[in-house]
């Protein structure tokens, strides 16, 4: 059964924005740490943010003040607004989500998240 599905993804030139969004089953999108990911060709996958219950979000320094995280509790959808795209930023975009709990969201590896949306595709051109 699906319980996270990207969407939004696609061709942007660089400098350009676009907001992904996550769909979650009602059940799951409460009580949750909620993460984004990415993975480059070639690359290991790589944490982007997390957020847990709504509370602060934990941005990696490459996106900082360059993507927001958000969350439409009514529509159980999280954002991802990103701005200023680069192409470096080019990669699969997964939404992931887990019910282990920590103090700070940023201690979790990925390993950790065992629900994972089947991402969506970013390509930035120069």
């Known amino acids: 059964q699906v319980q996270l599905v990207e969407s939004g993804g696609g061709l942007v030139q660089a400098g350009g924005s676009l907001r992904l969004s996550c769909a979650a089953r009602?059940?799951?999108?409460?009580?949750?740490?909620m993460g984004w990911f990415r993975q480059a060709p070639g690359k290991e996958r790589e944490s982007i943010l997390c957020n847990t219950n709504g509370g602060s979000t934990n941005y990696a320094g490459s996106v900082k003040g360059r993507f927001f995280a958000s969350r439409d509790n009514a529509k159980n959808t999280v954002f991802l607004q990103m701005n200023n795209l680069k192409p470096e930023d080019t990669a699969d975009y997964f939404c992931?989500?887990?019910?282990?709990?920590?103090?700070?969201?940023?201690?979790?590896?990925?390993?950790?998240?065992?629900?994972w949306g089947r991402g969506t595709q970013v390509t930035v051109s120069s």
């Open positions: 009602r059940s799951l999108f409460s009580g949750n740490t």
């Open positions: 992931a989500a887990t019910d282990v709990r920590v103090e700070v969201c940023s201690m979790l590896s990925k390993y950790e998240y065992n629900i």
